[in-house]
Nanobody, 115 residues
Framework: VHLVEAGGGLVQAGGSRRVSCAASVNSLSINNMGWYRQPPGKERESGAVISRGGTIDYADSVKRRFTISRDNAKSTVYLRMNSLTPEAPAVYYC??????????WGRGTQVTVPS
């Protein structure tokens, strides 16, 4: 399973950005998909996850600001990020798997919100 993220870049403070992640397969291997972020020099942290059936869970830090969704027909998961605040560039990673913990990881896409 290969995961390819897209949509990162420079975003103005207070702005929005949608990142996407396309999987190379459409099977139970990607039953669960999610987004994680890693600021520089810090550990990777959970953002949001979604099951094939649409069950969603958000980390407290992104609740009410981020929205995760998926298109099962396209094997693609999205993360809509609103009200982005200035911070050091973070890499957003897509992950997928049949169960937990997720087994497959993308290479990440960087989102930068300059102050």
């Amino acid at each position: 399973v290969h995961l390819v993220e897209a949509g990162g870049g420079l975003v103005q403070a207070g702005g929005s950005r949608r990142v996407s992640c396309a999987a190379s397969v459409n099977s139970l291997s990607i039953n669960n998909m999610g987004w994680y972020r890693q600021p520089p020099g810090k550990e990777r942290e959970s953002g949001a996850v979604i099951s094939r059936g649409g069950t969603i869970d958000y980390a407290d830090s992104v609740k009410r600001r981020f929205t995760i969704s998926r298109d099962n027909a396209k094997s693609t998961v999205y993360l809509r990020m609103n009200s982005l605040t200035p911070e050091a560039p973070a890499v957003y990673y897509c992950a997928a798997g049949a169960t937990w913990p997720l087994s497959y990881w993308g290479r990440g896409t960087q989102v930068t919100v300059p102050s």
